[in-house]
C-alpha cells in the first residue's frame, strides 16, 4: 500500500449482466483525501462501479486499483482499505448502536483497546452519543444514516464509499449528513453517488456524471458548468420597450441573446434573461447601458451561475444524442 | 479464520436474543417431555426388551425436522433479506467464516437443546429404582448420534438458508432436504419395486447402507461405526461448502 498512489484508479472497467451493460468502458481516478461526486439517474450504474471497487461484485473486464492494490487480485487488503456504506443503508434491526458498532470494528481488525477510544470518536464525530444504546431498528433514518456513516468511518480507512448516503432524508438531515462527509475532506478520499445534485455541488471537490454506464462529463463544479453548458446567463428584471432592447444589448456585446421570462408583471416590468459564450462579466457594462438609456427602467440585474442540475440534465441528455446517433449510423 | 470467533460470539448473542429461538426452544421442550411421558407410561404398565433411552431416539426425527429448519431457516436468508450481507462480505471476513461461523452458532445451540432433554434421564435415574430404566449406555450412544448426525442436518438447514433471502422458502427447503434424507432410503427401499430387480443389488446396498435408523440402532448399541460416522462427517462438508458456493454465487447474479 504505497502512499503515493492514488485513492482509487479505475480503467476501463466493463460490467455487463447478461445482456445488459451496467458500466462501459468507465476510467477514472481520486485522489487522496478528495471527495469525489458521482452523480448520474438512477440505472446509470453507480452502485455496480462502487461494488465492483468494494471486491463485492466482479468486474467483466477492466482494472480496478484502490490505494495501488488490485481489487480483483487483492481482495482482502483492498477490504481493508475501504469503508463502505451499500445504497439503502442495510443494518441490523436487532442490535444496539454501540454493540453493531463494536463488532464491526473487531471484524475490521480493529484491537479491542483501541476500538472503544475509536468508538467514542465516531458516535462523537457523527453525533450518536445520545442513542448509543438504542436499538438500530427503532432509530429514525437520520440517525440511522448516521449509524452507517460511523461504521463507514470506523477504521480510518484511506477511502470511503457511500452509495446515496442522502436518500431519503430530509433537507436538514442532508445538511448534517453534508457536513459529516465536509469534515473528512483530506483525511480520506470519499467517493459519495447521488441522483440529487445540489448536495454533491456543495460537498465535493470533483464531480463525476455518468450517464448509461459511461462517463459523460467529469470535473470541478464550475468546469463542469464551463465546458457542458458553455454560456454566461444574466438575469434581469426591466420596464420599458421590450422591442427596442436587442439594439442597445448589441452594444454591449453583439452574442448575447435574449429568451423572454415570465412579465408584465403588474408593475410593468419583465423577467428577462440574457446569455452569451463570454466568459467575463458584463454586469456593469450592461448595467451602465440600461441606466443611460430613459427608455428603461431596471430594477435587477444579476449573474446566475448554471445549477449542477442543468448542468447534470445537459450532460445526460447530450450522451444519449451521442447514443442515438451511433445507433442511428448503424 | 481470526474472525470466526468474532462472528460466531455475534452470532450466538443474536440467537439469544432472538424470539423465534426461545419459541423453537419451548415447542422442542414440551414435545420431547410429552414423548417423555408417554414412554415412561408404556414402560410402568408392561416390561419392555429395549431401554427407554433407545425408544426415546427412536423418535429423534420428529423434532430434527421441525426444530433445524426453524433454528436455521433466518441465518443467512435474513441477512440477505436485510442487505446487511453486502456488509459482512465487504468487510476482511472470507464467505467461508461467515458460513462456518453461522453453522457453529445454530449447532451449538441445537447441541445444548438435545442436551437439556438428558435432564428427563436425571430425573427418571433419581425417583425409578427399575434397574433396566439406568442403563447408561443407550443414553450416551444416543446422545452421540444426535450429536454427529446433527452437524449435517444443521448443515443442510444453513444450505438452506443460504438458497433464499426469504426465511419461509429456507424452511420449507431444508424440512425438505432433511426429510429426504432421514426417510428417502428407507422409502425407495420398501416402494419402489424395481430397486427389488438383481441387477439394482449395488444401488439397494447403498441406500441400505444410508439408512439413518439402522445408524441410530447402531449407536444406542454402543457401536460407534466409523463409516457411519464418516457418512455425515462428509455430508456436513458438502453441505457447507456447497453453502459457500451458494453465496458467493449469489452475488454474481445479484
Ligand atoms: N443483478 C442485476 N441483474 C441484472 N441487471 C442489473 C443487476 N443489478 C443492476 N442491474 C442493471 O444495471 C444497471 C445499473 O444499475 P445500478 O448500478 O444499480 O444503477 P444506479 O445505482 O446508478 O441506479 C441498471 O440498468 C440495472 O437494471
Ligand atoms: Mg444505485
Redo the contacts between chains.
Sequence with gaps: MSETSPAIEVRNLVKTYGRITAVNQVSFSVARGEIIGFLGPNGAGKSTTMRILTGYLPATSGTALVCGLSVASQADAVKRCIGYMPENNPLPEDMRVSEYLFYRGRLKNLARGRLSARLDDVLELCDLKRVRHRIIGTLSKGFRQRVGIAEAVLAEPPVIIMDEPTIGLDPHQIQLVRELIGQLRGRMAVIISSHILPEIELTCDRALIINQGRIVAAGTPAQLRREVIGRSRYELELAGDAAALPALLAAVDPALTVSPGAGPDASGFHHLILSTPREDDLGEALLGALAADGRFRLRSLSRTQPSLEEVFLAATRRSWDTVDNAAGRK | M??YF??LS?ELR?LL??ASTYITAVLFLALMGYLFVILIEMYTKSAQDTPPAAVYFQLFWLPVWFMVPLLTMRCLSEERR???L?????????TAEVVLAKFSAAYLLYLALWLSTGGFFLILHRFADDAQFLDSGPLLGGFVFIAVSGLMFVAIGVFASSLSGNQAVAAIISFVLIGLFVFGPWLALNKIAFLNLESMQGTRAALDYLQVFHHLDDFTRGILDTREMLIYLSGTTLALIFSVFSVEAK??HS
Design positions: 481470526k474472525h468474532t462472528i455475534h443474536m436474543v432472538s436485510l442487505g446487511t453486502e456488509t459482512l462480505l465487504t468487510a476482511p471476513v472470507t452475488l454474481l
